[in-house]
């Protein structure tokens, strides 16, 4: 049986970006360079390169620790287009991805692996794009040349309408890919970057359930204001997308499984999301990576079973992210129904033994 090598070939992987001398957090460079591109949370022109390094290095030591793989791009050794490219170290923003297996019996599996390219609301962001997909295509071949007892397939589309990765968040529990979307109206152009119709190009290519929620200004992308944890949790800015969004939220994630909406959403405060708060990153079911938080927060969390360690990420909140953004997650597989319907997924991945 194949269940093992699916498991060694989706282990959890990473790709980050090394914000080297390309990466420029500093309000003014990015007016000059691409124009009124800096978000609201881009007010510090005040930025230390190698205090920059030291922190990157030391958030892929703990992705070690935490047993999780990673490809670390060298950008200084990239031939960048036009010189620069300021966001390139946001590795969550070019692409979203996802794993689907399919057993038709016991000796016939196949992992179909979906890649779809942004499509950027910056179009000064637009040349990341190619620099992720040489990654993630050979990640991709690597992985299928060392597993060839595997049925391994690439799918690969770019998104026609505007549609950028970090609106994009799985959630594992409920086996939904939660899409962020731009307000109607919003008039930042770093505010709300993915437009609603790409959620169903998504749909329609994956078959995958989503569930589309509207960022609102001055937050951008879902991961600024949502994160989902393995347990079923959310950790969540309400403040940050519409009051109908959170209403469905409340309602498509819980309250028609039953459970406890207030049990099950952590609610941050404004100060909380401002450093960056829902921009966690899960490195196991009940394990969180979170950047630094406030004591009540991090009690709140920890008090519905998780270990949160706080991982000091300054030098990159100045430019608008963090944790989450920072990492490319190329292997996230999906679970039918979700970990509440298949909690052993992650020892069989629900296959047929």
Same mark, same amino acid.
């Given at each position: +049986?194949? =269940?093992?090598?699916?498991?060694?070939?989706?282990?959890?992987?990473?790709?980050?970006?090394?914000?080297?001398?390309?990466?420029?957090?500093? +309000?003014?460079?990015?007016?000059?360079?691409?124009?009124?591109?800096?978000?609201?949370?881009?007010?510090?022109?005040?930025?230390?390169?190698?205090?920059?390094?030291?922190?990157?290095?030391?958030?892929?030591?703990?992705? /070690?620790?935490?047993?999780?793989?990673?490809?670390?791009?060298?950008?200084?050794? =990239?031939?960048?287009? $036009?010189?620069?490219?300021?966001?390139?170290?946001?590795?969550?923003?070019?692409?979203?991805?996802?794993?689907?297996?399919?057993?038709?019996?016991?000796?016939?599996?196949?992992?179909?692996?979906?890649?779809?390219?942004?499509?950027?609301?910056? !179009?000064?962001?637009?040349?990341?794009?190619?620099?992720?997909?040489?990654?993630?295509?050979?990640?991709?071949?690597?992985?299928?040349?060392?597993?060839?007892? !595997?049925?391994?397939?690439?799918?690969?589309? /770019?998104? %026609?309408?505007?549609?950028?990765?970090?609106?994009?968040?799985?959630?594992?529990?409920?086996?939904?890919?939660?899409?962020?979307?731009?307000? $109607?109206?919003?008039?930042?152009?770093?505010?709300?970057?993915? $437009?609603?119709?790409?959620?169903?190009?998504?749909?329609?290519?994956? %078959?995958?359930?989503?569930?589309?929620?509207?960022?609102?200004?001055?937050?951008?992308?879902?991961?600024?204001?949502? &994160?989902?944890?393995?347990?079923?949790?959310? =950790?969540?800015?309400?403040?940050? +997308?519409?009051?109908?969004?959170?209403?469905? !939220?409340?309602?498509?994630?819980?309250?028609?499984?039953?459970?406890?909406?207030?049990?099950?959403?952590?609610?941050?405060?404004?100060?909380? &999301?401002? %450093?960056?708060?829902?921009?966690?990153?899960?490195?196991?079911?009940?394990?969180?990576?979170?950047?630094?938080?406030?004591?009540?927060?991090?009690?709140?969390?920890?008090?519905?079973?998780?270990?949160?360690?706080?991982?000091?990420?300054?030098?990159?909140?100045?430019?608008?992210?963090?944790?989450?953004?920072?990492?490319?997650?190329?292997?996230?597989?999906?679970? #039918?129904?979700?970990?509440?319907?298949? #909690?052993?997924?992650? $020892?069989?991945?629900?296959?047929?033994?």
């Amino acid at each position: +049986m194949h =269940i093992e090598n699916v498991k060694q070939a989706l282990k959890r992987q990473f790709i980050l970006a090394k914000p080297g001398t390309h990466y420029d957090p500093r +309000m003014d460079t990015h007016i000059e360079k691409h124009g009124a591109t800096a978000s609201a949370f881009m007010t510090s022109n005040d930025y230390d390169p190698k205090k920059a390094e030291a922190q990157h290095a030391h958030y892929c030591a703990l992705l /070690a620790q935490h047993n999780i793989g990673t490809t670390i791009i060298d950008t200084d050794c =990239i031939d960048m287009p $036009d010189g620069k490219m300021h966001d390139l170290v946001y590795m969550a923003d070019q692409h979203c991805s996802i794993y689907t297996i399919e057993q038709k019996d016991k000796d016939e599996i196949t992992i179909t692996y979906y890649l779809m390219l942004s499509n950027f609301a910056n !179009l000064s962001r637009q040349a990341e794009v190619d620099i992720q997909a040489h990654y993630l295509q050979q990640n991709f071949a690597q992985t299928k040349a060392q597993y060839p007892d !595997l049925n391994f397939q690439m799918v690969e589309q /770019a998104f %026609n309408y505007k549609s950028e990765g970090g609106d994009y968040r799985y959630s594992a529990f409920h086996g939904v890919m939660m899409i962020g979307n731009r307000a $109607d109206g919003a008039v930042d152009p770093k505010g709300g970057r993915t $437009d609603i119709r790409a959620h169903k190009e998504f749909h329609e290519l994956t %078959n995958i359930p989503i569930l589309s929620l509207e960022v609102c200004e001055p937050y951008f992308h879902l991961d600024t204001v949502l &994160a989902p944890l393995w347990k079923g949790h959310m =950790i969540v800015y309400p403040d940050g +997308m519409s009051i109908e969004s959170y209403g469905r !939220l409340r309602y498509e994630a819980f309250e028609k499984y039953g459970l406890n909406a207030d049990e099950y959403c952590i609610e941050v405060s404004r100060d909380d &999301a401002e %450093n960056f708060a829902c921009n966690a990153v899960v490195t196991g079911v009940d394990t969180i990576l979170i950047p630094k938080i406030s004591d009540d927060l991090a009690r709140r969390i920890s008090a519905k079973g998780y270990e949160v360690e706080m991982v000091d990420v300054s030098e990159f909140i100045k430019g608008a992210g963090a944790l989450n953004c920072m990492k490319c997650d190329s292997n996230i597989v999906h679970i #039918p129904g979700g970990l509440m319907r298949q #909690p052993n997924f992650f $020892d069989h991945f629900g296959l047929k033994i």
